[in-house]
């Protein structure tokens, strides 16, 4: 990580696992988190001796082919909630009853959140 990303992420915004990016719990005392979990504390340095064995620079990363299906699938299922959604608003012609809309956003809502799973910790 540049210096630089780093100023631009203790202005305001939450502090992330250096490994998954999630969002860390806010702590007020003692030296800050790095990690969410000893898994990511332990893939990252892993992470960080196959990098150096591979000779890869900060900008190139080693992602499994697992991991980047499946983010491709929950993409791809949000980009088809938001088609329908996209076509069901301009099918309405701005009279669809709150109902219906709420049944869109749910259906938009439904396909983000494994997403938004990956990003932020449960309440
Ligand atoms: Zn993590």
Redesign the pocket.
């Known amino acids: 990580m540049t210096k630089g990303t780093e100023q631009r992420l203790t202005a305001g915004e939450p502090s992330r ?6 969002v860390l719990p806010n702590q007020r005392t003692g030296r800050p988190r790095e ?3 000893q ?2 504390r332990q893939w990252h340095w892993v992470g960080k001796q196959r990098a150096a064995e591979l000779q890869l620079n900060e900008h190139e990363l080693i992602v499994t082919k697992e991991t980047l299906d499946q983010l491709h699938d929950e993409l791809y299922v949000l980009a088809c909630a938001v088609k329908d959604a996209e076509r069901d608003l301009l099918a309405g012609h701005g009279k669809e009853s709150a109902r219906e809309l709420r049944e869109t956003l749910e259906w938009v809502l439904d396909a983000a959140r494994p997403l938004r799973d990956r990003e932020l910790p449960p309440d």
């Open positions: 696992c250096k490994q998954c990016r999630r990690f969410c979990s898994a990511c």
